[in-house]
């Protein structure tokens, strides 16, 4: 009896440390030249706490296990790393940034190099490198996903109003993730800078066709949706959110009125 108690008792204490909060703590790199990215943004997504580099491309983040972190850096491929246990003991991350590819490249291949069977000749053509971090001092890699890009069929047959109007209602704490990052100084500031729209896409569940669309059915110019900060295009949803909130209170308090005072 008394050793199953212990057990449970340790097993409780396990759980409560490991979810407990603990600092990330790594540096951000150029994957080609190996150089320190200063400036680099760091944002916890789960907690809503942000970061940047320092002149090093050094960074200290506070997180739990399962959290996810979006690292990203102008005129680079973002990515998202789940926090894991193994992140968490006290190791240096080393996080390697790709630089974002040209609009327009232009791409070579030797003919001298192609032998006319494609099982071959597809063996010839570069593949897209993964970007990865590393733990100093430890021999394994990670693999890291670029930030998704949520698309459906259902949600593009919607208003963007009323989805985001739904979207808030049913998940309020995606709503008090955006006001967070308005109100913080440290996460207004870094979102004053940042134009790739990839922290409200993950929150609002939207591509960047879409948000446009939301913007546009608010009655933003085509001119603010392209040339807005991130910053200035949360507040804006936030605005239209109230504003469609507050009409449709005014619905439904019309609606409770009894016909005879309506007149």
Same mark, same amino acid.
């Given at each position: 009896? %008394?050793?199953?108690?212990?057990?449970?008792?340790?097993?409780?204490?396990?759980?409560?440390?490991?979810?407990?909060?603990?600092?990330?703590?790594?540096?951000?790199? %150029?994957?080609?030249?190996?150089?320190?990215?200063?400036?680099? %943004?760091?944002?916890?997504?789960?907690?809503?706490?942000?970061?940047?580099?320092?002149?090093?491309?050094?960074?200290?983040?506070?997180?739990?296990?399962?959290?996810?972190?979006?690292?990203?850096?102008?005129?680079?491929?973002?990515?998202?790393?789940?926090?894991?246990?193994?992140?968490?003991?006290?190791?240096?991350?080393?996080?390697?940034?790709?630089?974002? &590819?040209?609009?327009?490249?232009?791409?070579?291949?030797?003919?001298?190099?192609?032998?006319?069977?494609?099982?071959?000749?597809?063996?010839?053509? &570069?593949?897209?490198?993964?970007?990865?971090? %590393?733990?100093?001092?430890?021999?394994?890699?990670?693999?890291?996903?670029?930030?998704?890009?949520?698309?459906?069929?259902?949600?593009?047959?919607?208003? &963007?109003?009323?989805?985001?109007?739904?979207?808030?209602?049913?998940? &309020?704490?995606?709503?008090?993730?955006?006001?967070?990052?308005?109100?913080?100084?440290?996460?207004?500031?870094?979102?004053?800078?940042?134009?790739?729209?990839?922290?409200?896409?993950?929150?609002?569940?939207?591509?960047?066709?879409?948000?446009?669309?939301?913007?546009?059915?608010?009655?933003?110019?085509?001119?603010?949706?392209?040339?807005?900060?991130?910053?200035?295009?949360?507040?804006?949803?936030?605005?239209?959110?109230?504003?469609?909130?507050?009409?449709?209170?005014?619905?439904?308090?019309?609606?409770?009125?009894?016909?005879?005072?309506?007149?």
């Amino acid at each position: 009896m %008394h050793k199953n108690i212990f057990i449970l008792l340790l097993l409780f204490f396990t759980i409560l440390v490991s979810s407990q909060d603990k600092k990330l703590k790594g540096q951000v790199i %150029h994957s080609e030249t190996k150089k320190p990215l200063s400036a680099a %943004h760091i944002l916890n997504l789960n907690s809503v706490i942000g970061t940047i580099t320092n002149e090093k491309g050094l960074f200290e983040l506070t997180t739990k296990t399962n959290d996810t972190v979006l690292v990203s850096y102008l005129g680079f491929e973002s990515i998202k790393l789940k926090v894991t246990n193994d992140l968490l003991k006290g190791n240096e991350l080393v996080i390697a940034l790709n630089e974002k &590819p040209e609009e327009v490249k232009e791409v070579i291949i030797k003919s001298t190099k192609l032998i006319g069977i494609l099982e071959v000749d597809v063996k010839q053509v &570069p593949k897209d490198r993964f970007t990865r971090i %590393h733990l100093n001092g430890l021999p394994q890699t990670y693999e890291v996903g670029k930030p998704q890009r949520i698309t459906s069929p259902l949600t593009k047959l919607l208003n &963007p109003v009323d989805l985001v109007y739904n979207l808030f209602g049913k998940k &309020p704490k995606q709503l008090k993730k955006l006001k967070k990052l308005k109100k913080e100084d440290n996460l207004r500031k870094m979102l004053a800078g940042k134009f790739d729209r990839e922290v409200m896409m993950e929150y609002l569940e939207m591509d960047k066709q879409q948000l446009t669309k939301l913007l546009t059915d608010c009655n933003y110019s085509e001119y603010f949706i392209k040339k807005a900060s991130d910053l200035q295009m949360i507040e804006a949803v936030l605005n239209c959110y109230e504003n469609y909130k507050a009409i449709q209170k005014g619905k439904i308090d019309r609606d409770r009125i009894p016909e005879n005072k309506k007149n």
